[in-house]
């Protein structure tokens, strides 16, 4: 066995009782014991689906019953063949990955998985060809994943010999100028609101929201990201720090769970369901087919800030590392201030933050002191001048008015036929298909920013930065965000130490994708160790002063051993309540999800209770 199967097997036994007792949990109420499925079937074991069952499931989704085939078989038979060129063609473009149901955005992660299609793919395009899949999978006994934005570090989205729930056709966005939540009729003030199918990406939802309706949605930062994955997983923006997690901003979601029914979820109908997943995990307690999410006012400007500063020795970086900390305590420790500070090198510090509801002359006052600071010191030198820029807040994702006056921070979607409002940060092109080496984060308390602690802290980020490096993601640690704000985001299902916390460290490393029989396609396995294991020394140094610090659980550690209390804390056992409740018999399993505990890594065998 294993090193950490073992590990997974010494923490999971003392769980087991609570999280399966015996199999015994009640199917939604009815009074009778939920058929306990002890292995999920591969192709060619006896049971699997025969031709004419997977026909018959065909029909039943209007032909969109796709055999997937790995991406770049062609390219072990001819690596210079036409065939092979389009398929590498599509790693330049996260879009095109997207739209392509035997691909993920990430090719996988060193000793843990690599990307491989499903032995089939539902093309879903309404909540009935969902059914239809839950349905077949149950009855049949087949691993079932599914993928609306493809973007999980974790390879949720990914499984060979599964059958997959492909949402990415079912992408409407509607817009609603006083959403009531079903049967929460004078319960409940209406609200602005956005509703969005399972298979949007977040620019098709701020096109619709912000570009052209003049309004903000909470989502994510990565424009090509799914937004059902993002709401379930919590989900951090650039501007989370005043609008809370998109997960907290959920009003109501339609969802097909493991007996094939269609499920409303809101606050009044299914609330266990509801809160379980507003930060619970994807694809653990059903398939999402619709949310319904709260928009907000639009600020006057959006902005952001860059520059950079090397040090020349020790004493300097310190010195650096200590004067940014209190800076960001003195002056951007509010809702104004998101996005990220970074460690690296020995002996660099650089800035890449967001801000929102100030003018670009407040933003280049704010930063002014700092910068006062940095050039009065002989031993460090600004290598990346300080950029302030700002714009209309409503142009922030209008794809148009960043290829007239910003084209180089955009990549667009260059297809014949591509939505003209689709692009990509230019920030974010380099994680297209990326093989993961090593991923970790980790929540920081906002007591280590008390002028008594900034020293601890100082320490512990110039010890870090010694190693891989790290950053700070000030906007996605809740401490310092509005009342109202926090309110939301206490009731959810996410990790509560995201409401004390400050900032998310995270460090990782990453490697050229390196998808199964890809052309060139060199995973170096003793680099990646090696980058691994300088990433667990850096966030060696930072848990030293945050010991218990929690991830984010889509910001993650593959190898997470303690992931429950990780990932949920306190919240877990009333997750593992609701996927009893939802899912007795465990049809929706990932890796490191809700009840996954009770499954072997690949989610095919149940393992035994004790």
């Not at 009640?26 to 006896?46: I, K, M, V």
């Not at 509607?174 to 003030?189: D, I, N, R, Y």
């Not at 809370?244 to 269609?262: H, K, M, R, W």
């Not at 970074?342 to 660099?348: A, E, R, V």
Request: some cysteine; glycine content about 10%.
């Amino acid at each position: 066995m294993k090193r950490r199967d073992l590990l997974k097997a010494a923490i999971t036994l003392p769980l087991l009782p609570l999280l399966m007792r015996g199999g015994a949990a009640l199917a939604h109420g009815t009074g009778t014991l939920a058929t306990t499925l002890r292995s999920r079937l591969r192709p060619g074991q006896p049971g699997w689906p025969t031709t004419t069952e997977w026909e018959q499931l065909k029909r039943q989704v209007g032909g969109r019953l796709l055999k997937l085939e790995p991406p770049f078989a062609p390219c072990g038979a001819s690596p210079s063949d036409h065939a092979c060129a389009q398929a590498l063609k599509q790693l330049d473009n996260p879009f095109a990955m997207g739209d392509n149901p035997a691909l993920t955005q990430t090719s996988g992660w060193a000793g843990a998985w690599i990307s491989q299609p499903s032995a089939y793919a539902v093309a879903a395009e309404s909540t009935a060809d969902v059914v239809a899949a839950v349905d077949f999978a149950r009855r049949h006994h087949l691993r079932l994943v599914v993928k609306g934005g493809g973007h999980s570090y974790q390879g949720t989205s990914d499984a060979p010999d599964s059958l997959l729930v492909w949402t990415r056709h079912m992408n409407q966005v509607s817009l609603h100028e006083a959403f009531v939540p079903q049967g929460c009729t004078g319960h409940v003030a209406p609200l602005p609101a956005v509703s969005v199918e399972a298979g949007a990406i977040w620019i098709d939802a701020y096109d619709a929201v912000t570009t052209r309706g003049g309004r903000y949605v909470q989502g994510g930062g990565c424009t090509t990201v799914g937004v059902a994955g993002l709401v379930q997983s919590g989900g951090f923006g650039s501007f989370s720090k005043r609008w809370g997690t998109a997960a907290s901003n959920l009003l109501e979601a339609e969802v097909v769970t493991a007996d094939g029914q269609v499920r409303i979820a809101n606050a009044r109908t299914n609330p266990e369901l509801f809160w379980g997943l507003k930060g619970g995990g994807g694809g653990s307690l059903g398939v999402v087919t619709r949310l319904t999410l709260r928009t907000f006012e639009l600020p006057e400007f959006f902005g952001g800030v860059n520059i950079t500063v090397k040090a020349d020795s020790d004493a300097a970086y310190r010195a650096l590392i200590a004067e940014a900390v209190d800076f960001y305590q003195r002056a951007l420790f509010n809702p104004h201030w998101g996005e990220q500070m970074k460690f690296y090198g020995g002996d660099t510090f650089e800035v890449s933050m967001m801000f929102q509801g100030l003018t670009r002359q407040q933003a280049e006052q704010t930063w002014a002191p700092f910068l006062e600071w940095v050039q009065a010191r002989k031993d460090c030198r600004v290598t990346r001048p300080l950029q302030v820029l700002a714009a209309p807040a409503r142009r922030l994702w209008d794809a148009e008015f960043l290829r007239k006056y910003l084209p180089g921070v955009i990549v667009s979607d260059t297809r014949p036929g591509a939505p003209r409002h689709h692009f990509l940060w230019a920030g974010d092109h380099d994680q297209a298909g990326w093989f993961i080496h090593g991923y970790q984060s980790a929540w920081l308390p906002a007591t280590l920013l008390q002028p008594g602690r900034q020293a601890r802290l100082v320490d512990a980020l110039f010890n870090a930065a010694q190693h891989r490096g790290l950053s700070l993601h000030f906007n996605k640690g809740l401490a310092g965000a509005p009342a109202d704000a926090l309110a939301r985001a206490r009731d959810t299902a996410t990790n509560p130490q995201v409401l004390d916390a400050f900032a998310l460290a995270i460090s990782a490393a990453g490697g050229d994708p390196a998808y199964p029989g890809m052309a060139g396609a060199k995973p170096d396995p003793a680099m990646a160790r090696r980058t691994a294991a300088a990433i667990d020394r850096t966030m060696d140094a930072l848990r030293a002063v945050a010991p218990g610090a929690g991830s984010y659980v889509s910001e993650s550690d593959y190898f997470l051993r303690d992931w429950q209390r990780g990932f949920w804390g306190e919240n877990y056992l009333r997750l593992a309540k609701a996927k009893r409740t939802y899912d007795p018999d465990g049809l929706f399993f990932v890796h490191h999800g809700v009840g996954s505990e009770g499954w072997s890594e690949d989610g095919f065998t149940r393992i035994a209770s004790r």
